[in-house]
């Protein structure tokens, strides 16, 4: 049996204790991780948005999908924080896209990102006894 991700930003909200809590969705991702994949994406070339979510999914061999109601939000912020660039471009097709490329900045907290998420995956698999 294989699964399918879809990559989110994880919402987290106080909320009094239920009896039974509902359980998180298996297909939800931790919080940054988009961000983190997006940059990794952008490091290879730039792309326009719907480059970028077919490229996380043809690297994870169609183990995570990337849903626009997150990614275009993601791409907005990161541009806002300097860390991706964008300007008009045609896309393969012919029409008018965006692309988006990583910025200096961006490479560095991409490092820094995959050091955070390394060292959060140890800690985790200390917890499941796998390190």
């Known amino acids: 049996m294989s699964y399918i991700y879809r990559v989110e930003l994880l919402h987290l ?3 009094p204790r239920s009896p039974a809590p509902p359980r998180p ?12 994949l997006v940059l990794q994406t952008l490091s290879l070339q730039p792309m326009h948005g719907y480059g970028v979510a077919q490229q996380i999914e043809a690297l994870s061999k169609d183990a995570l999908r990337v849903e626009q109601g997150s990614l275009y939000p993601a791409l907005e912020r990161l541009q806002k924080r300097g860390w991706i660039t964008s300007k008009w471009g045609e896309s393969p097709t012919g029409r008018r896209a965006r692309y988006y ?31």
């Open 13 to 15: 909200a106080l909320m």
């Open 25 to 36: 969705d298996k297909n939800e991702l931790l919080k940054g991780t988009l961000d983190m």
């Open 101 to 131: 490329s990583i910025t200096a900045s961006g490479r560095r907290q991409l490092g820094d990102e995959i050091s955070s998420f390394d060292a959060m995956l140890v800690a985790i698999n200390r917890v499941l006894r796998r390190a």
